[in-house]
């Protein structure tokens, strides 16, 4: 079946470290791959998505590529803010008629100090 | 901004209580989704709409009733919940189309029972 492996957090940086966050998935077919990011008492946001293979999706400063061949969707942005401090979620829709759900990995605490 | 409603944000209420969430969004979205999350973990997919039809109910206790009485409303009703029960349920539309397009969430509503 689908699934998503995500890199156990939590993670700490320092204010404009360098961000990578793993994301590899298993899935038949050609999925559409997602970034969403959930701040302190709210809900999910999509940061950023990809359809198909290369493709590169990017928002505020994050980036992630659409690697087929590794079957990775790792998150990367080069230099993070205390306001990148979230849990992070990669995820993959399958179709499946018309009824699309989500798989989830299970998600990657980042905290930014100043 | 998000363009997915969820009222009320908090909501405490007695195991003997009944009570209703609400969702809208005005996206002319035709799919319609309820999750439960619990802290930092991914959201769990409870019920799905398409159409205004229920299509998923992955296996949901009857103490919880969705209900879609438009294309732009989704609600669940609550009776007789247990404290496990407590968590941020999430609501979720996206557009049902032949590409894999992204959901979009609410900001929740945080569930306490007493």
């Known amino acids: 079946g689908n699934s998503v492996t995500q890199m156990e957090g939590p993670v700490t940086l320092s204010e404009e470290a360098f961000l990578t966050i793993n994301c590899t998935y298993t899935?038949?077919?050609?999925?559409?791959l997602f970034w969403y990011v959930q701040y302190p008492g709210e809900g999910l946001q999509l940061l950023l998505k990809a359809t198909k293979a290369d493709d590169k999706g990017s928002n505020k400063g994050f980036e992630a590529t659409y690697r087929k061949e590794t079957t990775s969707f790792h998150l990367e942005k080069g230099s993070v803010q205390v306001s990148d401090s979230a849990v992070y979620f990669c995820?993959?829709?399958?179709?499946?008629?018309?009824?699309?759900?989500?798989?989830w990995g299970l998600g990657t605490s980042l905290a930014v100090n100043p | 901004d998000t363009e997915v409603t969820q009222t009320p944000k908090h909501l405490v209420m007695g195991m003997t209580n009944k009570k209703s969430l609400k969702c809208e969004q005005h996206m002319g979205h035709r799919a319609m989704y309820w999750y439960k999350q619990k802290a930092k973990k991914p959201p769990e997919l409870m019920f799905v709409?398409?159409?205004?039809?229920?299509?998923i109910n992955e296996s949901v206790p009857s103490r919880f009733s969705p209900e879609c009485p438009n294309s732009s409303l989704l609600n669940l009703h609550l009776h007789a919940l247990q404290p496990e029960d407590s968590a941020l349920y999430l609501c979720?539309?996206?557009?049902?189309?032949?590409?894999?397009?992204?959901?979009?969430f609410g900001d929740g509503t945080r569930l306490s029972i007493l």
């Open positions: 899935a038949t077919g050609y999925p559409s």
């Open positions: 995820a993959l829709s399958s179709n499946a008629g018309n009824n699309r759900k989500l798989i």
């Open positions: 979720a539309s996206s557009p049902l189309d032949r590409g894999l397009q992204p959901q979009h």
């Open positions: 709409y398409s159409y205004e039809k229920l299509s």
